[in-house]
Nanobody
Framework: QVQLVESGGGLVQPGGSLRLSCAVS????????MGWHRQAPGKERELVTS???????NYADSVKGRFTISRDNAKNTADLQMNSLKPEDTAVYYC?????????????WGQGTQVTVSS
């Protein structure tokens, strides 16, 4: 059983900052890619950023220069620092992890955390 628990969402004014955290627990042998996705009302879920265990990350063009993902392999956590937030960043943010369980790699998702950027 593997669980992802997210925290850190909330309401922030445009230009503000938020930090999201994702913790993975359970029967984990190894975690490969971790990432954050988001889904705004009426839109499809989209990839925001992802990071491999070695630390290399990629970002959607819409968040480059504003968002930073980091991970702690020892703690099985990944954080998303979001700066210069815009109203269009409003969405439910989901953490995703590719986890090796036994000999199979599974994709696991968190429950989502709401981020609202509004004045």
């Amino acid at each position: 059983q593997v669980q992802l628990v997210e925290s850190g969402g909330g309401l922030v004014q445009p230009g503000g900052s938020l930090r999201l955290s994702c913790a993975v627990s359970g029967s984990i042998f190894r975690i490969y890619t971790m990432g954050w996705h988001r889904q705004a009302p009426g839109k499809e879920r989209e990839l925001v950023t992802s990071i491999i265990s070695g630390g290399s990350a990629n970002y959607a063009d819409s968040v480059k220069g504003r968002f930073t993902i980091s991970r702690d392999n020892a703690k099985n956590t990944a954080d998303l620092q979001m700066n210069s937030l815009k109203p269009e960043d409003t969405a439910v943010y989901y953490c995703k992890a590719q986890v090796l369980v036994g000999s199979i790699v599974y994709d696991y998702w968190g429950q989502g955390t709401q981020v609202t950027v509004s004045s």
